[in-house]
């Protein structure tokens, strides 16, 4: 062919192309110029089964996300931000939401949805960056002046005004992950000998997390994470006053922060028998908050984490955060039926101030079993 016709045909062709490109720009002018405009890049397909039952407000959300139309809306809110491009908030929280309560593989989320597994990838790992932005918001530690509407909150649990000055529950929880490289996989075999990462959680008396602290190894004692976690560290929490309680698996000690645990022997007496029952019932609810956090993300708790160990954390603390936005929203959830109470930890190291957390605790056991003029209080207690 000669070379002329050949030349002419490419300068058509550029012609063609640049024509196309011209009139696509026109159409984004006009777009642009359309007050109605809303500059969303991607157009999400509301003909999905699950866009279908969100868009509408008679149907019950629970099934697909776990959570309440209330609760996901708190979400959202929370969330707000003008977005110039991407599917829309709305629906990339649901899609990321969606993942967790039912811990499929990008590819079945995609399916679910309507668009590609790399992009659902993308926005999961976005929008659980965006919810770790609220996790300080979300979970705190009550002020001060709000310590005594907490402790009261354990009065309650445990059945014994020796418990007003509670103000926190704290527990350790293996989350079960896939065996990491061989060079690391011994150090994630916990002693249950399945590999995992650590969640150290304190809450409060209706289940809400107040710090949470993921990240270590399985074979890391409860203890350890405790000594290098910020709230042990910065002394942060529980103010002075009060104290937290947790399991046999930590010291006893009254600084820098003051954790009081059971007593190792129940036999050596009454008074330490009956104080082991009241702290055991105040303690319980932190038991209680891992089970319903487990039970809602059930897809994510119940198997082995297929995810990095970088990011496995992230995803447990979108949990424990997404557990308190529930809880603050009346989205209760039963715990899991015959979901065994793990047993503590062995015995911990000790800390160097153990006797001060010993004599306060001899000091609440004297509390507990004093005789009181209150009937229902002294009821509570088995002399048999």
């Not at 979400?75 to 499929?104: F, P, S």
């Not at 074979?219 to 910065?234: A, I």
Request: proline share 8%; net charge neutral; glycine share 6%.
């Amino acid at each position: 062919m000669d070379s002329t016709v050949v030349a002419a045909c490419v300068s058509v062709v550029r012609s063609n192309h640049q024509i196309i490109r011209r009139k696509a720009r026109l159409r984004r002018l006009m777009i642009l110029c359309s007050q109605d405009y809303t500059p969303i890049y991607a157009t999400p397909k509301i003909r999905v089964p699950l866009m279908e039952r969100y868009l509408d407000p008679n149907q019950d959300l629970r099934p697909d996300y776990m959570l309440s139309r209330t609760s996901l809306e708190a979400l959202m809110d929370l969330l707000r931000r003008e977005k110039t491009h991407g599917w829309g908030q709305e629906v990339e929280v649901l899609m990321a939401i969606y993942w967790l309560a039912h811990g499929l593989s990008y590819r079945v989320v995609s399916r679910a949805f309507d668009m590609p597994s790399s992009t659902v990838c993308d926005i999961v790992h976005r929008v659980c960056d965006a919810i770790l932005t609220l996790l300080e918001s979300v979970i705190r530690f009550p002020r001060p002046a709000e310590c005594a509407e907490v402790g009261r909150g354990f009065q309650h649990l445990a059945g014994s005004p020796a418990f007003s000055r509670c103000v926190g529950a704290i527990d350790g929880c293996h989350i079960r992950i896939k065996a990491p490289f061989p060079g690391t996989a011994s150090e994630y075999l916990n002693r249950k000998l399945f590999h995992s990462i650590l969640l150290q959680a304190i809450c409060d008396s209706t289940g809400k997390f107040l710090d949470v602290f993921v990240g270590y190894p399985g074979s890391v004692h409860d203890t350890t994470v405790l000594k290098n976690s910020p709230v042990f560290v910065g002394a942060i929490y529980p103010h002075p006053g009060y104290f937290i309680v947790g399991d046999g698996g930590y010291p006893c000690t009254s600084a820098p922060i003051t954790l009081l645990t059971p007593y190792r022997e129940s036999s050596r007496g009454p008074v330490e028998a009956r104080f082991n029952i009241h702290h055991a019932k105040a303690r319980v609810i932190i038991k209680k908050a891992f089970s319903m956090m487990k039970t809602r993300w059930k897809g994510i708790f119940f198997k082995a984490l297929e995810l990095s160990t970088t990011f496995a954390p992230k995803v447990v603390a979108v949990c424990a955060v997404l557990h308190n936005l529930a809880v603050t929203n009346g989205d209760d959830l039963d715990p899991a039926e015959g979901d065994p109470l793990p047993p503590p930890d062995p015995q911990p190291p000790e800390l160097d101030d153990e006797e001060g957390g010993c004599i306060l605790r001899d000091g609440l056991a004297a509390q507990v079993s004093a005789a009181r003029q209150c009937s229902p209080c002294l009821q509570d207690h088995d002399y048999n």
